[in-house]
Structures are given as C-alpha cells and as structure tokens.
C-alpha cells in the first residue's frame, strides 16, 4: 500500500486548510485511516481516523474544527481544516492500518499556521 498526501501549506489563525490522502495497492482491506501530526521533540499524535465502518475519531484538541471524511471507492481521505490554531503548525501525516495488522503511512506535508 502506498499513501500519498497533498494539501497543507501556510495559513492565516482562523483560517482553513484541506489535506487529502490517496492509497494505492491493496486498499481493499485497509480497516482504518488516519492523519498524525507530529512537531520538533514531540511524539507524533492521532489527530483524526475514520474506520472501515464509517466510525469517526479526533483528538480533543481539533474536535469541533476538523472534519475527516473517506471516500471507500476511491481509496482516499480528506482532512478539512478550519478555524486554525497556531498550536496546529505540524508534519500531518497520512496513516493506513491494513486488515494483516501492518501500518502504512505517507511522506508528511507541513501544516503552518502563523498568529
């Protein structure tokens, strides 16, 4: 499986930004999918996952202002980004769990947010 990002950038606090994140390969048994962040010095964290099912996940601090959403034909996921933080500046990186237990993740797009 291999994941591939687009999106993120630069943007204004209270401003919005929209990541996508294609798989490609065996998407078919790709039970969840995911965005980490991940900033200098800090353990990289789950920001939003969305199942298989449609079960949706977020972390407290984007809960309200992120929105993940998948698209199961076309193997992809969106993360819309509004109401901005300086404290969301971060690599955001796509993250796949396949059915046999093996996590994919993609290359990180950076997410700044400046005050």
């Known amino acids: 499986v291999q994941l591939v990002e687009s999106g993120g950038g630069l943007a204004q606090a209270g401003g919005s930004l929209r990541l996508s994140c294609a798989a490609s390969g065996s998407t078919f048994s790709l039970n969840v999918m995911g965005w980490y962040r991940q900033t200098p010095g800090k353990q990289r964290e789950l920001v939003a996952a969305?199942?298989?099912?449609?079960?949706?996940t977020y972390t407290d601090s984007v809960e309200g202002r992120f929105t993940i959403s998948r698209d199961y034909a076309k193997s992809t996921i969106d993360l819309e980004m509004n109401s901005l933080k300086p404290e969301d500046t971060a690599v955001y990186y796509c993250?796949?769990?396949?059915?046999?237990?093996?996590?994919?993740w993609g290359q990180g797009t950076q997410v700044t947010v400046s005050s």
């Open positions: 969305v199942t298989s099912g449609g079960s949706t």
């Open positions: 993250y796949a769990l396949h059915s046999a237990g093996v996590d994919y």
